[in-house]
């Protein structure tokens, strides 16, 4: 474990050794590489699990290509885009639609999130149940997305889902969302991401919102799927 730990680190310029004062640390256990909040111990840790937890039960029961970020991006019969997710994350949709056989690039620039992601990808890759298909639709990308959205070849959609602040207390929100607010902070280039997206996608843009936030940049999508808690704007391309 301790060399993988330091393969990460070096990969994504993170510090390694226990001296850094910040309450957020990456630590590598028997179940992945894990953030934690050491201020706040009782949220647990956040890992990259594509195999197993909520990933594997919306892949297994989420209702396949009838969902709703199925038909955000365009999926129908004898269609099955490829995808850009510009802001993954924990990489969490993005393995939804690459299980439903859309090729998926992943996309993360804040070092300590994309040693998490790929940590995750790289324990999806050697999972006996979906370790083929991993390893043949999914690839991970560290850097700046608007760079990233230009250097790496056109896809059919590109898939934004970018911070936005919870109106909900920090009781109801969850784990993940709450360390990861305090880790990246709000993504203040998300209107200029659109604008480049847009341009760069072959057939649309998706941008994943809650269902109380206003449009991103003020542009009024396309149309709309909405979901109970979200909704997913669809902008089609400009190109």
Same mark, same amino acid.
């Given at each position: 474990?301790?060399?993988?730990?330091?393969?990460?680190?070096?990969?994504? /310029?993170?510090?390694?050794?226990?001296?850094?004062?910040?309450?957020?640390?990456?630590?590598?256990?028997?179940?992945? #590489?894990?953030?934690?909040?050491? +201020?706040?111990?009782? #949220?647990?840790?956040?890992?990259?699990?594509?195999? /197993?937890?909520?990933?594997?039960?919306?892949?297994?029961?989420?209702?396949?290509?009838?969902?709703?970020?199925?038909?955000?991006?365009?999926?129908?019969?004898? +269609?099955?885009?490829?995808?850009?997710?510009?802001?993954?994350? #924990?990489?969490?949709?993005?393995?939804?639609?690459?299980?439903?056989?859309?090729?998926?690039?992943?996309?993360?620039?804040?070092?300590?999130?994309?040693?998490?992601?790929?940590?995750?990808?790289?324990?999806?890759?050697?999972?006996?149940?979906?370790?083929?298909?991993?390893?043949?639709?999914?690839?991970?990308?560290?850097?700046?997305?608007?760079?990233?959205?230009?250097?790496?070849?056109?896809?059919?959609?590109?898939?934004?889902?970018?911070?936005?602040?919870?109106?909900?207390?920090?009781?109801?929100?969850?784990?993940?969302?709450?360390?990861? +607010?305090?880790?990246?902070?709000?993504?203040?280039?998300?209107?200029?991401?659109?604008?480049?997206?847009? +341009?760069?996608?072959?057939?649309?843009?998706?941008?994943?919102?809650?269902?109380?936030?206003?449009?991103?940049?003020?542009?009024?999508?396309?149309?709309?799927?909405?979901?109970?808690?979200?909704?997913?704007?669809?902008?089609?391309?400009?190109?």
């Amino acid at each position: 474990m301790v060399a993988s730990a330091k393969a990460l680190a070096k990969q994504f /310029a993170l510090p390694f050794g226990g001296g850094s004062s910040s309450d957020l640390q990456l630590v590598m256990t028997v179940q992945g #590489l894990t953030l934690r909040d050491r +201020q706040q111990p009782k #949220l647990g840790g956040v890992t990259v699990d594509w195999a /197993a937890g909520s990933v594997a039960h919306r892949r297994n029961f989420g209702g396949g290509r009838g969902q709703a970020i199925a038909k955000a991006v365009g999926m129908k019969q004898g +269609q099955t885009p490829s995808v850009l997710d510009a802001t993954a994350g #924990l990489g969490r949709d993005a393995m939804v639609l690459a299980s439903l056989g859309c090729q998926v690039s992943l996309v993360e620039r804040h070092p300590a999130v994309a040693a998490l992601l790929y940590d995750g990808y790289q324990r999806a890759c050697l999972n006996v149940d979906i370790g083929d298909w991993v390893q043949q639709r999914v690839s991970c990308h560290h850097g700046e997305s608007e760079l990233m959205i230009a250097e790496l070849p056109r896809h059919d959609v590109v898939y934004l889902d970018p911070m936005y602040p919870h109106r909900q207390k920090s009781a109801a929100i969850k784990k993940e969302m709450r360390v990861f +607010q305090q880790l990246v902070g709000a993504d203040l280039d998300a209107e200029s991401l659109l604008a480049v997206a847009r +341009q760069r996608a072959n057939k649309r843009v998706v941008v994943k919102r809650p269902d109380y936030a206003e449009f991103l940049a003020g542009e009024k999508p396309h149309h709309q799927i909405v979901t109970k808690k979200n909704r997913f704007d669809v902008y089609m391309s400009a190109s």
